[in-house]
């Protein structure tokens, strides 16, 4: 009979409370604790794209402390999202912040790496700059994918000051290079003016249906995740979320603001929809700290991330090893050294798990 496999889950908080130790996303162990990772969160901490408010770059330090609070079961979809997998915290993938182009080819291969083995990522942006080296390794492993693409913006412009490659482009740069399915993808709440109605025609011909904030709102959510679904019925999956699809009053700490915006419920609603799709990829992106206020906005990206993930997840009967971490890491405390403990638990861990192997 094939043995159950062991997952290492987030830190245990009744032993270890969730404000103490260093901010991995969930409190989730490091990429190099597991002998392997279904399901990686990666920091791109790149922002040389951004057409307006910077600060991007500190959105994936700002998520991850935003998402300390993030427990282990997730009633809304039934699932616990680091029991039945075993998601990591894959750290931040080093960028030029000087060269777009240079950073964009850094993306690029660290997602191919870190997909090497059949993970799976979601990205912490970051500005959207970094969906389209994201798009680029996802389709070499898969072909081209549906993109649900959440954001008050289109980002299928064409050029911003003579540059194609900016956090406005990416779907547009992805659609030219055949990276998505021109029969399934779609934006969901989009908003705000445009330069101009070619704006709307340029971007049907790219191959995106709409599902504004205005329709959201008029036809209601369920008829909306009706259309949703009858367009991505059956495909493989990329979720790319703008934070800024929420309307400021949800996430004030963002790049681009426009009113009028989804709910943070409307939005995990959604998300809660794609229980058991094939999602093959997601990133969160366009959380500026600085613009932040309490944490709205990173609070928000945080669950965002963690819907994602619970969608992401296998069912099944869970088995998380959450206490031989919590108990390792309390240990850290009393030692007053981290990296002795860690040692002490990934021993552990090995053996522990050589049985099942
Ligand atoms: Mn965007």
Not at 108 to 121: D, F, S, W, Y
Not at 136 to 164: C, E, K
Not at 268 to 283: E, P
Not at 299 to 325: D, K, N, Q
Request: charged share 20%.
């Amino acid at each position: 009979m094939p043995s159950q496999p062991e997952y290492i889950g987030p830190v245990d908080s009744s032993v270890v409370p969730r404000f103490a130790g260093i901010a991995t996303f969930a409190l989730l162990p490091r990429l190099d604790q597991v002998s392997r990772a279904d399901i990686a969160v990666v920091g791109v901490p790149f922002d040389g794209g951004v057409s307006y408010r910077p600060g991007a770059r500190f959105g994936p330090a700002h998520v991850r402390e935003a998402s300390r609070l993030l427990r282990p079961y997730n009633p809304a979809q039934d699932v616990e999202p680091f029991g039945t997998q075993q998601v990591v915290d894959a750290g931040d993938i080093a960028v030029n912040p000087y060269d777009i182009d240079t950073a964009v080819a850094q993306i690029e291969e660290g997602a191919r790496e870190l997909t090497a083995g059949g993970t799976r990522l979601v990205a912490i942006g970051g500005d959207h700059t970094i969906a389209l080296p994201l798009l680029r390794n996802v389709a070499s492993i898969h072909g081209p994918v549906t993109v649900i693409h959440f954001d008050a913006h289109l980002d299928t412009w064409d050029t911003y000051f003579g540059a194609p490659i900016t956090h406005g482009t990416p779907f547009r740069r992805a659609s030219e290079e055949g990276l998505i399915d021109l029969t399934a993808s779609v934006h969901v709440g989009t908003r705000g003016p445009l330069y101009s109605r070619q704006d709307l025609r340029d971007d049907k011909r790219l191959g995106f249906a709409v599902i504004s904030s205005q329709e959201l709102e008029d036809e209601g959510l369920s008829k909306a995740i009706e259309r949703l679904h009858v367009r991505i019925a059956g495909k493989p999956v990329y979720v790319s979320i703008d934070i800024d699809v929420l309307d400021p009053a949800h996430a004030p700490g963002t790049g681009t603001p426009e009113a009028g915006g989804l709910t943070s419920r409307e939005l995990l609603t959604i998300l809660r929809s794609l229980s058991g799709a094939n999602i093959v990829g997601a990133d969160v992106v366009e959380v500026s700290p600085a613009y932040d206020h309490a944490q709205i906005t990173a609070v928000a990206a945080s669950h965002v991330a963690y819907e994602l993930i619970s969608a992401m997840a296998p069912r099944g009967s869970a088995s998380v090893r959450g206490g031989t971490w919590a108990v390792s890491a309390a240990l850290s405390f009393v030692c007053a050294s981290f990296n002795a403990a860690m040692a002490s638990v990934r021993a552990r861990s090995a053996s522990v798990r050589a049985p099942a192997l």
